[in-house]
């Protein structure tokens, strides 16, 4: 069933007379039903999309996300509103979503959006959310390469799963998110390097060269510094993630807090001693808190948050940050 974002979607489409993006949306719904195995309504939706204008008719090949056990599928719904970075930063995430928009019109002077993105950051951070943020604004399916059945179960075939995926990118237009990519992404100079892992990183060098489809390519790493630099002037952005500022911390309280309490308002020695926390870890706090405040039917205090954020570092202290 259609969310009530693509139900808005497809009638704002349809009053812009904007085909490619009525026709997204339109697939993107077929997409989410077919991962519910209404393969019957996918393809007649599929269908309808093929009759629709003159742009690209064949996104998604479904038979082809579910032959290929690497692509996970899903519809996020995640919006850039909910994204809590550096204003820096939001503003190159929204240059990406421009620019997405605008493609007709970039390719029409000879240039190109920027689709190849390198995200680089300390784990949550937002480097996943990012990624479902790019694909819900650009109203694209979210595919996730599962990268433990790319490295270790296709051990020596790995180049051919490789042209399945980027095979996938061409033909099915999505947003296309390599976590955890220095699994593949190592630089070939490293000592500990065995020569099947250059092979992938060589293969994967040579695929995203020659990929010129319109769907968006996402890749995560937590340490930059083990990517191979080779990697770096392949992709259009390289966007560095850090752990959250004063001011984050406050609006990671205040937007996670405010539709449960709205009173609540985090000190400043709240905010300090979760300044060594992470996005998520942050997120996980006031999750912790509102679920006790519910189960003991009392208000959050500081005294509980601070509580709740001694008790994530401690159960962090053996991580890294």
């Given at each position: 069933m259609a969310t009530a974002d693509q139900i808005k979607s497809l009638i704002k489409a349809h009053n812009d007379n904007?085909?490619?993006?009525?026709?997204?949306?339109?697939?993107?719904?077929?997409?989410?039903?077919?991962?519910?195995?209404?393969?019957?309504l996918a393809r007649e939706l599929k269908k309808?999309?093929?009759?629709?204008?003159?742009?690209?008719?064949?996104?998604?090949?479904?038979?082809?996300?579910?032959?290929?056990?690497?692509?996970?599928?899903?519809?996020?719904?995640?919006?850039?509103?909910?994204?809590?970075?550096?204003?820096?930063?939001r503003d190159r995430i929204k240059r990406i979503l421009n620019e997405f928009?605008?493609?007709?019109?970039?390719?029409?002077?000879?240039?190109?959006?920027?689709?190849k993105i390198l995200i680089e950051g300390k784990p949550g951070t937002g480097k996943t959310f990012t990624a479902s943020v790019i694909a819900s604004e650009t109203g694209l399916p979210l595919y996730t390469v599962?990268?433990?059945?790319?490295?270790?179960?296709?051990?020596?075939?790995?180049?051919?799963?490789?042209?399945?995926?980027?095979?996938?990118?061409?033909?099915?237009?999505?947003?296309?998110?390599?976590d955890e990519f220095d699994a593949i992404g190592a630089d070939r100079n490293l000592d500990n390097e065995v020569g099947e892992m250059r092979r992938i990183l060589n293969s994967f060098l040579q695929f995203i060269e020659q990929d010129k489809s319109e769907s968006i390519i996402v890749?995560?790493?937590?340490?930059?510094?083990?990517?191979?630099?080779a990697?770096?002037?392949?992709?259009?952005?390289?966007?560095?993630y850090s752990m959250p500022t004063?001011?984050?911390?406050?609006?990671?309280?205040?937007?996670?807090?405010?539709?449960?309490?709205?009173?609540?308002?985090?000190?400043?020695?709240?905010?300090?001693?979760?300044?060594?926390?992470?996005?998520a870890e942050i997120?996980?706090?006031?999750?912790?808190?509102?679920?006790?405040?519910?189960?003991?039917?009392?208000?959050?205090?500081q005294a509980k948050m601070l509580n709740l954020v001694k008790e994530r570092l401690t159960l962090y202290s053996g991580k890294e940050a």
């Open positions: 904007d085909n490619d993006k009525f026709k997204t949306v339109v697939l993107q719904i077929a997409a989410y039903e077919a991962k519910l195995n209404h393969e019957t309808l999309a093929e009759k629709t204008g003159n742009a690209r008719a064949n996104i998604l090949h479904f038979n082809q996300m579910q032959n290929n056990p690497m692509l996970s599928m899903s519809i996020p719904a995640e919006r850039i509103k909910d994204l809590i970075v550096s204003d820096e930063i928009k605008n493609r007709n019109k970039l390719r029409s002077y000879g240039m190109s959006n920027r689709r599962q990268m433990d059945k790319l490295v270790t179960k296709f051990m020596g075939e790995t180049s051919s799963k490789l042209r399945q995926i980027f095979d996938s990118v061409e033909n099915s237009i999505g947003v296309y998110f390599f890749a995560a790493t937590n340490n930059q510094k083990l990517l191979d630099q990697l770096f002037r392949r992709f259009d952005d390289v966007l560095h004063e001011s984050e911390v406050k609006r990671l309280y205040q937007y996670k807090l405010a539709a449960y309490q709205s009173d609540f308002v985090p000190s400043n020695q709240l905010i300090e001693e979760s300044l060594v926390l992470s996005h997120i996980r706090v006031c999750e912790d808190a509102i679920k006790e405040s519910i189960l003991a039917d009392n208000k959050i205090t």
